[in-house]
């Protein structure tokens, strides 16, 4: 068990509790070890921390457009992988026909979140319908394949070499922010049952990224039924119930949906701006020095940015103060909304993420210029 170095101090002029009653006109920054779960300080500025001049180096905020990425890939194992690292592999997949192969990962378990569209998955475990907004949880291993009739665009995350599990929820209980209750598992019913024959079909292994494929004689997803608390499970992001605080910006850990050994999965979701006058409305400020964030933006108006459309991408690395944009701050100084109608997916690694050269295609290079000297 870790010792961490604690006593907390107060030196020259600062608010007594962190992300409230700020000295006046000064901008709070954090800096924090474990994400925001760990020791931590409260600096309060003068001006704010992300209004640069200019940046000369690799370490920039970075914005990616994957609506520009519409070409379509039939299969998962050809998704355009965007941001990678030896714990994670995030890729976006636009299919726009049923799969013809059934899928397996070796490399880890897959996280998939629907942007766009509904499809029939079959599993080893059964049949389970997707729609826009779910999670769906696959683990390493399993055989599965999707069936529609429209475009669907799924945001895969990669646990590699890992598994995905719930946070600990702590204090607040575990059936916060949701029951497992409302975990929805696939079943074995008539619509699973009918697509059981006895016609050729391949499975396509994922191994170290490269591909295996195994042909059987019938198709292989012809399970009866099956018994454990292993299982693919589904969840979706209105059924995710936000944890709140009327006078506290609430951190982005307290909205973690999953964990895995190097990352963890946030969700943001809709929910009641802080009505306290003295509370901050926007997240502060942060150096998030251990972890990298990346924020898949899903649909609304995503109220600490500005300029960001459903299906952009940003990437904001260690060591690097991020936070609200000036416009989205001044919104929130003005106590302009009353409520935020974001959907988002946070995923904060703790080893760098490495863009790839088709996030680099779609990369917005004038996303770095957006934060400083106060203009948007």
Not at 8 to 28: I, L, M, Y
Not at 279 to 301: C, M, R, S, T, W
Not at 352 to 365: D, Q, V, W, Y
Request: hydrophobic share 35%.
């Amino acid at each position: 068990m870790r010792k961490w170095i604690s006593f907390p101090k107060v030196e020259g002029e600062a608010s007594r509790q962190a992300h409230c009653d700020f000295p006046k006109n000064t901008f709070e920054r954090e800096m924090s070890k474990e994400g925001f779960s760990g020791p931590s300080a409260q600096f309060h500025h003068k001006h704010p921390p992300t209004s640069w001049s200019h940046i000369d180096g690799p370490l920039i905020p970075r914005a990616f457009d994957t609506v520009l990425l519409n070409e379509a890939q039939s299969h998962p194992w050809q998704a355009v992988s965007l941001l990678e690292n030896a714990a994670s592999n995030i890729r976006l997949w636009r299919s726009t026909e049923s799969m013809k192969q059934l899928a397996r990962n070796a490399d880890g378990d897959d996280l998939l979140f629907v942007h766009e569209g509904t499809a029939e998955l079959f599993c080893d475990f059964g049949h389970l319908t997707i729609n826009p907004g779910d999670y769906v949880l696959i683990p390493r291993g399993t055989m599965w394949r999707l069936e529609h009739s429209e475009e669907v665009v799924i945001l895969m995350i990669q646990a590699t070499g890992a598994s995905y599990s719930l946070p600990d929820k702590g204090m607040v209980g575990h059936h916060a922010i949701f029951d497992q209750a409302m975990l929805d598992t696939p079943k074995i019913n008539d619509v699973f049952k009918a697509q059981q024959n006895e016609n050729e079909c391949q499975v396509v292994i994922k191994r170290d990224e490269k591909i295996t494929v195994i042909t059987y004689p019938f198709n292989p997803l012809d399970a009866i039924g099956w018994h454990g608390d292993l299982t693919v499970v589904r969840i979706n992001w209105r059924d995710i119930r936000p944890l709140m605080s009327h006078r506290y910006h609430l951190p982005p850990s307290a909205h973690t949906t999953f964990v895995s050994n190097r990352f963890v999965v946030c969700t943001f979701c809709p929910r009641p701006i802080e009505s306290d006058p003295g509370a901050l409305k926007v997240p502060f400020f942060h150096n998030n020095d251990d972890f990298d964030e990346v924020i898949f933006y899903h649909k609304g108006q995503f109220f600490s940015r500005d300029n960001i459309h459903p299906g952009m991408m940003t990437l904001h690395p260690c060591g690097l103060t991020h936070g609200p944009h000036p416009k989205a701050l001044q919104t929130g100084l003005n106590s302009a909304r009353k409520e935020t109608d974001e959907v988002a997916v946070m995923i904060d690694t703790r080893d760098s993420l490495r863009p790839t050269e088709f996030a680099e295609g779609i990369e917005n290079k004038a996303y770095v210029d957006s934060w400083g000297g106060g203009k948007t």
